[in-house]
């Protein structure tokens, strides 16, 4: 079998929008991509991601990121997954990898590879799910303002090898 992204729902956003939900997700794939390309409508570029309606600080993550004032990295144990993206006048990128989704025997494991250009910030964070279930809702929340006027986001199904 041949990894390949298929395309399950893309939203292109014609105004503003206080958050993006890709609801009722099948369990006929192995993985999920989640893509954002876009900016929010504040300086604060941070996005929330939860699934399940879960917005309990639960989820935990470590990452590394390097910018124009140097490198890091840090890990957190009580958090929403969030990520970094465009903000106000900047475009970012985010691919989300959201592994083994539907499976109903594991925690859920999430790589996320970010590019934002307005700040020149690029990083990978992984983070984990405490839960059992399988995802069948992402909803997606800029922490401050809105996600702006073009911002595309689009999921995607995944059998990888």
Same mark, same amino acid.
């Given at each position: 079998?041949?990894?390949?992204?298929?395309?399950?729902?893309?939203t292109t956003l014609s105004s503003s929008a206080a958050s993006v939900t890709f609801g009722s997700i099948g369990s006929g794939y192995r993985d999920l991509v989640l893509?954002?390309?876009?900016?929010? $409508?504040?300086?604060?570029?941070?996005?929330?991601?939860?699934?399940?309606?879960?917005?309990?600080?639960? *989820?935990?993550?470590?990452? +590394? *990121?390097? /910018?124009?004032?140097?490198?890091?990295?840090?890990?957190?144990?009580?958090?929403? #997954?969030?990520? #970094?993206?465009?903000?106000?006048?900047?475009?970012?990128?985010?691919?989300?990898?959201? +592994?083994? *989704? @539907?499976?109903?025997?594991?925690?859920?494991?999430?790589?996320?590879? /970010?590019?934002?250009?307005?700040?020149?910030?690029?990083?990978?964070?992984?983070?984990?799910?405490?839960? $059992?279930?399988?995802?069948? /809702?992402?909803?997606?929340?800029?922490?401050?303002?809105?996600?702006?006027?073009?911002?595309?986001?689009?999921? *995607?199904? @995944?059998?990888?090898?």
């Amino acid at each position: 079998m041949t990894a390949a992204w298929v395309p399950l729902a893309t939203t292109t956003l014609s105004s503003s929008a206080a958050s993006v939900t890709f609801g009722s997700i099948g369990s006929g794939y192995r993985d999920l991509v989640l893509t954002i390309t876009g900016a929010t $409508t504040s300086s604060d570029t941070v996005i929330k991601m939860n699934f399940n309606n879960d917005t309990a600080d639960v *989820y935990a993550y470590v990452q +590394m *990121y390097g /910018e124009t004032s140097g490198a890091g990295s840090d890990s957190n144990t009580l958090e929403n #997954i969030f990520t #970094i993206m465009g903000g106000t006048g900047s475009i970012g990128t985010v691919v989300f990898n959201i +592994m083994d *989704y @539907s499976a109903t025997d594991k925690h859920k494991t999430v790589l996320a590879r /970010e590019n934002n250009l307005g700040i020149s910030w690029t990083g990978a964070r992984t983070t984990r799910w405490p839960s $059992t279930a399988a995802i069948n /809702e992402i909803d997606l929340t800029p922490r401050s303002g809105s996600f702006a006027t073009g911002c595309v986001v689009s999921l *995607y199904g @995944s059998n990888r090898l």
